[in-house]
């Protein structure tokens, strides 16, 4: 089915402007997201999806074009990222469901972030635009649910960097939602996704193009970003799907090394995933995002000291968590502490390990191993 972005602005007026973390207030504030299946007379069908890091609010169908996305939006983003899994009798029914993503605040798919004009100086945000947490991207939502009439989600859903964000949302707005499926995600950021992260980070910074985040008017910083995404690729996929990959063939440009020669299919692949991601992707955006994920912590999010304060308004709701046992971008240990913390606070919880040999990857790929426990939690 084809599909077209939606889009929503608030914050025009200085009363309805987000309320970021930091105490300051930002607006005006769009919004991109996409809706399937229709959403029932009394509002209570509603089913909310948060994306992954590099992920976009188009989750399924075909989507050729979205408005004041540039070149970013080509045929790796056409396809909805999570096709296999939503839609008429999918997992996610949308023959009985209404589904909604947003594409997240600082994002570079339609939803206001650094590469959108500030109307205050007719130029791009960059470096100026605000630093933000999970909370504000969460916060940045709730305008939009409230001028669709949902005040609670039969059910909430978020795969990798999304599960932190319906982890927030689920503790922050406990009374928004019923039914939380965090997939492949944890509760805290932890010491090896900081250090991860950081070099991500540094990788971005210390191009020379990258000029404080005011690189729109002259060229990106190309190879920095290419670098953060080599660094962070070899934790989604496993090693085994990382050969199963790869070709005989090797490339390398003559501009990206002087003196080293790729040499080994090994080499060409991890270079292939850097460069292709540039296509598609904003640097800004992946810098705020990825620093947002290094600052995440729940409680701390939540302002609570301890996880039984955490979830104590949240004893109505019922979660099915996902671990994959291959994982090293959120290893399975962080799924078993999120499922301890909710356990202890008596809350429903239903832990699911599944196998796979496609490491962190597989929420995207293997959609059967995951539809029986999907279905199941919906159909209660």
């Not at 839609?87 to 600082?106: A, H």
């Not at 109505?316 to 202890?344: R, T």
Request: aromatic share 12%; glycine share 8%; with cysteine.
């Amino acid at each position: 089915m084809e599909v077209r972005t939606q889009f929503y602005t608030f914050g025009e007026e200085p009363d309805s402007r987000l309320a970021l973390h930091d105490g300051t207030e930002f607006g005006p504030v769009t919004l991109a997201y996409e809706t399937y299946g229709t959403l029932n007379e009394a509002k209570d069908n509603a089913i909310l999806v948060f994306h992954a890091l590099s992920g976009s609010q188009h989750v399924c169908g075909f989507n050729p074009t979205v408005p004041n996305t540039g070149d970013r939006w080509n045929s790796e983003c056409q396809t909805g990222w999570w096709d296999d899994f939503v839609g008429p009798e999918k997992p996610v029914d949308t023959n009985r469901f209404f589904v909604i993503c947003v594409n997240y605040f600082g994002g570079c798919y339609g939803t206001t972030g650094p590469s959108s004009i500030n109307p205050e100086t007719g130029k791009e945000y960059g470096g100026a635009f605000p630093q933000i947490s999970f909370g504000d991207i969460v916060d940045s939502q709730i305008p939009l649910f409230d001028h669709l009439g949902i005040s609670r989600f039969f059910a909430a859903i978020g795969s990798s960097l999304g599960g932190m964000l319906v982890m927030n949302f689920a503790a922050r707005y406990p009374d928004r939602v019923s039914r939380v499926i965090p997939v492949a995600c944890g509760i805290e950021s932890t010491t090896l996704t900081r250090v991860h992260n950081l070099e991500q980070i540094l990788a971005i910074e210390n191009d020379p193009n990258y000029c404080n985040g005011h690189y729109y008017d002259g060229p990106a910083p190309l190879r920095g970003l290419a670098l953060a995404r080599m660094i962070s690729h070899k934790t989604f996929v496993s090693l085994h799907a990382m050969e199963a990959r790869m070709t005989e063939k090797c490339e390398q440009e003559q501009d990206e090394f002087s003196w080293y020669k790729i040499r080994t299919p090994l080499e060409s692949y991890i270079l292939h995933q850097g460069r292709k991601f540039l296509r598609r992707f904003d640097a800004n955006t992946y810098l705020y995002l990825v620093a947002g994920w290094t600052n995440y912590n729940l409680a701390r999010d939540v302002g609570k000291s301890d996880y039984n304060e955490v979830f104590k308004e949240c004893h109505h709701q019922e979660y099915l968590i996902f671990s994959i046992d291959s994982d090293c971008c959120f290893y399975p240990d962080e799924q078993e502490f999120m499922k301890d913390k909710l356990l202890a606070s008596g809350i429903k919880t239903e832990f699911v390990v599944i196998t796979s040999d496609k490491g962190h990857d597989s929420f995207l790929l293997e959609p059967d191993l995951y539809s029986g426990p999907i279905k199941k939690i919906l159909e209660k």
